[in-house]
């Protein structure tokens, strides 16, 4: 029997995610650069300070088919001029994978897209699931004035492909306007 792996327990906090995990991956704003529409803003926020975006929370599982891996991400609350701190966001490289995110803490979206540029939101509050499916980008953003936190579950052979975010962007962007969260088009998305 090949990969035979012992059965393991993970403690989650509603409130912190992975209590004890193996690695924490955390993202600056100096790694979100290009990242967010308002560039000046931007540029003028981080030779301010450079305050952490998100933190995942991980546990180590082999990244085999087969597997679920799984993980807690955190993304504090703020923002780069009217746009909420978010995660840089990714397609899967086996893009016929998809996901699970559900809700601990706070509030925010999760925003999902197809490679033509089609997109969808879900209100993630406490108790909200939001299923991804195969072929769909993801990336989540914290509308609250507290840490959001989410529980992610996904296929060992998943992978991540952030470039495709880098090169050509989310079709849409969630920005504040008279203290409300709103999906906009992105002027910068390429197809
Ligand atoms: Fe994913």
């Known amino acids: 029997m090949k990969g035979l792996m012992e059965p393991i327990k993970t403690l989650v906090s509603f409130k912190k995610g992975v209590v004890y995990p193996d690695g924490v991956n955390e993202r600056k704003l100096n790694e979100m650069r290009g990242m967010y529409v308002d560039d000046f803003t931007f ?9 952490l975006i998100y933190e995942v929370k991980e546990i180590n599982i082999p990244q085999e088919k087969g597997h679920i891996i799984y993980s807690t991400t955190t993304i504090y609350p703020g923002k780069v001029g009217k746009e909420y701190f978010m995660t840089k966001g990714h397609f899967h ?3 016929d994978t998809a ?6 803490e706070g509030e925010g979206y999760l925003l999902m897209q197809t ?7 879900i209100h993630m509050k406490p108790g909200v699931l939001g299923y991804i499916p195969p072929y769909w980008g993801h990336r989540t953003m914290n509308t609250g004035d507290r840490e959001f936190v989410f529980l992610a579950l996904f296929p060992g052979d998943a992978g991540h492909n952030y470039e495709i975010v880098e090169k050509h ?3 849409k962007i969630m920005v504040e306007e008279n203290g409300k969260p709103v999906l906009k088009d992105n002027p910068k998305y390429t197809l």
């Open 43 to 51: 540029e003028t926020l981080l030779s301010q300070d450079n305050p």
């Open 93 to 95: 490289l086996r893009e």
């Open 99 to 104: 996901e699970i995110y559900f809700c601990l």
């Open 115 to 121: 490679k033509e540029g089609r997109a969808s939101a």
């Open 169 to 171: 962007g989310f079709s």
